[in-house]
């Protein structure tokens, strides 16, 4: 069997992780929250607002600050919701099992015996990767 059998066979194996399960089934939930999903469009919609503000070669310094204010209230209801904060952790749950996983294919495509390899859990320093500290 070569390499992407086993790729397909894998993707298959990593949809019936129960974690996978549970992030999408949080993601399903979380889309299906109808106050959620407002509370979204809303923070969207004064992020756009507020980048209309800032582009204005006349700033309004209270508008700024009011929109400000607004988006960071938006921004707290919505990493707050029963739903929001049931995702946020099963997805970093599985980003950290996908970096596992990802650090096993590269150790083995470096010729590193993949039973070998110990999970890396510090700081890479790459922040656009990060799922957050634990």
């Known amino acids: ?25 949080a993601r399903q939930k979380s889309d299906e929250d109808l106050e959620l999903q407002e509370m979204i469009g809303q923070f969207n ?24 204010k607004e988006i960071k209230a938006l921004y707290e209801r919505i990493m707050h919701n029963d739903c929001m904060m049931a995702y946020t952790a099963a997805k970093q749950e599985v980003d950290a099992a996908m970096r596992f996983v990802n650090q096993i294919l590269a150790a083995s495509v470096n010729g590193e015996d993949p039973d070998s390899v110990v999970e890396d859990t510090g700081c890479g320093g790459n922040c656009a990767s990060c799922g957050g500290c634990h």
């Open 1 to 25: 069997m070569d390499m992407i059998e086993k790729a397909r066979e894998f993707g298959k194996a990593i949809a019936q992780d129960e974690r996978v399960i549970r992030y999408n089934l």
């Open 45 to 68: 919609l004064k992020r756009i607002e507020l980048n209309g503000q800032i582009s204005k070669e006349e700033k309004d310094d209270a508008k700024l600050a009011s929109l400000d």
